[in-house]
């Protein structure tokens, strides 16, 4: 055989047998590059290319896909794109890839090109282990055809305190083991899917009633509360296998004065020792303003020396961050938490040359158990008056709908009168604002004189009322007995309208929850969701 032959030959043989990164065993690995497998940055569509340097450099271990209003298409290749970068580092050791994808208040429609994902509290009203396990898998099979390794999902806090500003529909409820058994469903369906689960926010942020997006939180239950209830559902979680964690940026003054990001005593001795904890500890986002800290990278050392493997450094400089931990951690500590991630990355086979399998269709799939959900959990608070199922006196009687909803919520809404219009009803409905002005209240007042059946959508953030929506929802109701109310969103907002005799919980607002609560007023469907919240 001549040389030449022996060349194509041995070429062909490197093609077919040696991987598509040439993996670099992590004991060969810099300081500065085991550093970098710690920090995830936050990115975008428009701002990916700020990064382009730092990991081309083999500086940043993974990255938090924000939201934004762009496509499948774009998504893939926005992944792509940041893998490309990956494999020309001196390292070449691929990306961790993440969202939070955890539907409700933090997921609307049209960004990521992603199913309009179902709130938990929604999923917790129908309570189906199967059915929620087997949407989840179906979702993960979507989110591995995308290039992404990691959901930020389930959140695990028993959400206890209606007065909770951020978490709400968030939540799987007020009930520990609801929480927990949710949760665990959420887990083995991501997981099983081939998708890594992060439960979050450990140890507990059910019982505060303050947001840590803007400023310091303090845990507001007692020791036992805290040890009965909120911490109940990370245990379970752990004892399923899940392999991710994230912390809360809240104080809890009986186990540190430090905030959980910062505690040793919390993601050390807590939850690695006590609960015993072998994933990856990631931390929420390092650039909110409940984290303290206005230098991330000082927040980034001092969580990782806590006991964290992973911080959110958001758009933070990763060389200023790998400089501050390498003088403020320990070697030992960084070695663990780089070679935790390194690790998650060959399970992931994430070295390996892909297999080019064509994408796996599921949106039909996602729909079939989305809807099946959904007819479970829409759920009857009151029918005092038995107006549901609501029996029309005339051939085409006059429906009038009033939805005070953010305009992204507007496609969504078309599906509620759907089913009225094809039972013969003169429907009129439309989108008021969320902080409705006078014209709303005008327009409302006029559609709903003369009108056989009145439904009023309100909407409202965790507890976050909204003032002018409910003045205006009070006076609305007063105009004609045959009013529903929908709660859209958070069903803390169900207390503000006690004078109203009939309501439905939606838990959320989508094209399923829609078209359900339409049928179950018309009586074509029962409501079965039982309301996973006390008041």
Known sequence: MNVKKLLILLCLCFTTFYPLWAQKNFEDLTLQEKIGQTLFVSMDINNADKFKPYIQQGLIGGVLIQW???????????TTKLQSWAKESPNQIPLLIAIDYEGGTVYSPR??????????????????????????????QELKNLGIH??????MDVNINPDNPIIGVRSFGSNKDTVSSMGKAVINGLQNGGIVAVAKHFPGHGETSLDTHKTLTIFNGTEQEFYDTHLYPFKQAIDEGVKGILTAHIRYPFLDNKLATYSPAILTNLLKK?????????????DMKGALLENISKAAALSIRAGSDVALIAREDPQKAIQTIQEKVSKARIEDAAQKVYNLKKELNLFSKPSNLPDTKVDKAFKFYAGKITNQAVTLVKNEGQLIPYK???DKPKLCAVFFAPTRFANQLTYFVKPFLE????????NAALTPKQKDLTRAKACISNTDLVVIGSLQWANKEVAAQKKAIESLIKLNKNTILLSLMSPYDIKNYSEVKTVLAL??????????AAEIILGTKEAKGNLPISF
């Open 392 to 394: 029309p006196q005339k």
């Open 150 to 155: 990691i959901n930020f999902s389930p959140v």
């Open 274 to 286: 006590k609960l015993g904890f072998k994933g990856i500890v990631f931390t929420d986002s390092l």
């Open 111 to 140: 960004t990521l090109g992603l199913p309009f994902l179902l709130s938990n509290m929604l999923i917790a009203a129908a309570n189906n282990y199967e059915d929620t396990q087997t949407m989840f898998y179906i979702i993960a």
């Open 507 to 516: 838990y959320g607002v989508n094209e399923f929850s829609a078209v359900t």
């Open 423 to 430: 039972k013969n009803f003169e429907v009129n409905y439309y």
């Open 68 to 78: 934004g209003n762009y496509s499948r298409e774009e998504t893939k290749k926005l």
